[in-house]
């Protein structure tokens, strides 16, 4: 077992009466974490933890075997890309990574070289002479993430990094998250969408107002959810007919038409569906226009781990005993 790289004992953070995270324990080790939550559960409070952005307002954090805040030397050894941009418009691609390059110290030769190969990896080499003005929103993302990987660090630290990202751009940025984790770096990646973690890494923190709801496997993480009735919503032409076709499979449990075009089926076996459902309407010659699940990402679960710590699901579990 490797020595984690990150370890949160039992830390907060609040911002006057509000809190920001609560009694936060986790430890990470090398390879990709995804930090998942939705909006408002601590996630970006976490990462601005990390790289000393914040000062704990109670608890312990090391990160690389040092603590954090007011550690000039330790942010040398960390690269962070951030939500939101924040970036020069009036710079070249080119420029902006090798100024970057440039703050965590390299010479200016150094600096230029590795900042054409950190953009060459990330995919911008053609567009490297251009304005980060004139970059579309995924290209921005990734010259972010080549600046966060110019200076070779060894925790790197991206927070919703596929935001905005056309699809293009969302292939190359989770092979990439991928490689890095594979080469032996330590990677955090935040999101509150499921599938997009799933894509990078099996290995996850789930948060939820400030607190750690569960660690570890996503599989597991997968099976809560499909412990619960797993919806996917179908658009497409003769939505009745291929809704007569779906109920005859014993791992559909039940099929609604919530609105003109589209129908929505239930089942406790999501993975045997998805493949239903496109070979049932090809053998019918039906036309999906789109294939989507609401519950494809972590609000079945939010819903679930939630609902057995409210009031109500302790009073719930209490009559079942």
Known sequence: MSEPRVVADRVSKWYGKVVGINDFTVSIGPGVTG????NGA???TFIKLLVGALRPSKGELQVLGERVWGNRHLL??????PEHDGIYEDLTGAE???????LAGMSAEDAARRADEALERLGLAKAKDRLLGQYSKGMRQRAKLAQALVHDPELLLFDEPLTGCDPLARVQITQFI????QAGKTVIVSSHILHEIESMTSEIVL???GQVLAEGNIYRIREMIDEHPHQIRIECDRRRELGQKLVLSQDVRAIEFPDEGALVLETHNPDACYPLIPRAAL??????????SPDNNLQAVFEYLTRERSPEGVARQGRAA
Do not use: H, Q, W
Request: with cysteine.
């Open 42 to 44: 601590g996630k970006s």
């Open 35 to 38: 930090l998942l939550g939705p």
């Open 76 to 81: 040398g050894r960390i690269g962070y890309c």
């Open 283 to 292: 053998e019918s010659g039906i036309k999906i226009r789109s294939l989507t």
């Open 178 to 181: 991928k490689d890095v984790g």
């Open 96 to 102: 902006f990574v090798t100024f970057m390059a440039r």
């Open 207 to 209: 948060l939820y107002k």
